[in-house]
């Protein structure tokens, strides 16, 4: 079993492929992976409770964690207890920790 | 360091433009407290993040001087984290891509940045724990 470390940066009411993280989750995820989203920049837009956002809200029933940087919420005002079910605030560190820990890493 | 690592981050984008260079620094810099060997390779537009000429500026729409405005120049943080790592004795290299400094015209960077290739990335990515690579966007 393989780790890894998906890191998505975009947002999907700016970018349409921002998915490709999620599928990619999830295909890993039933091969018996393990898997970590981490949302960085703009890719933490739809992690808003309310947001229109059924790819996270997929991945958090498949029971894959879902790591939002807390900078990027502070910056985007984004209160860290107004966040879907699913979602946690996370430090960058968490990126290298990961890194250091020897996961497989991709940056979208 | 029993548990000291090295990471290679390959990064793409030029400084002042989108936030991923920002993260990148921020990550960088991450690794660079815990007293981690880094490699960073500049890739394309990257090459200017160590761009010694970069000035700060003064901002005239506010009524700021240069002391004022305080402007962040990434040559500056490119300089400070290596001096970070010296201080933990920790390794960084910074290779900034050759043919695109050559194409760019951002051929003076700050001390420690040495020109290379992408041959250069290979080595750093197979001598690393892990790698990270910040793609630009497509």
């Known amino acids: 079993m393989a780790s890894y470390l998906l890191i998505e940066s975009r947002d999907p009411y700016d970018s349409n492929d921002v998915w490709f993280c999620c599928d990619l989750a999830k295909q890993l995820t039933q091969q018996g992976d393990q898997v970590t989203v981490f949302l960085v920049q703009n890719g933490v837009l739809p992690t808003r409770a309310g947001a229109r956002a059924d790819g996270l809200s997929e991945l958090s029933k498949a029971g894959i964690e879902i790591l939002a940087d807390e900078f990027s919420l502070r910056e985007r005002g984004i209160p860290s207890d107004r966040l879907m079910a699913g979602v946690k605030p996370a430090p960058l560190d968490v990126v290298i920790d990961r890194l250091a820990g020897g996961c497989k890493a991709i940056w979208h | ?138």
Not at chain 2, 13 to 25: F, G, H, I, K, Q
Not at chain 2, 84 to 93: A, L, P, V
């Open chain 2, 1 to 138: 360091m029993a548990d000291k690592k090295t990471l290679t981050f390959a990064l793409m984008d030029p400084p002042y433009e989108n936030a991923r260079s920002t993260t990148a620094l921020r990550l960088i810099h991450i690794a660079a407290k815990r007293g981690y060997d880094i490699n960073v390779f500049a890739y394309e537009g990257s090459v200017y993040l160590a761009f010694a000429k970069q000035k700060p500026h003064p901002n005239a729409m506010h009524g700021r001087n240069i002391e004022e405005e305080n402007h962040v120049l990434t040559k500056d943080l490119v300089s400070s984290l290596m001096e970070e790592t010296k201080r933990n004795g920790s390794k960084f290299d910074w290779v900034n891509c050759g043919l695109c400094v050559d194409e760019r015209g951002a051929t003076e960077a700050v001390e420690g940045v040495r020109r290379g290739s992408p041959g250069d990335f290979l080595k750093m990515a197979e001598a690393s724990d892990n790698t990270l690579v910040i793609g630009t966007r497509g």
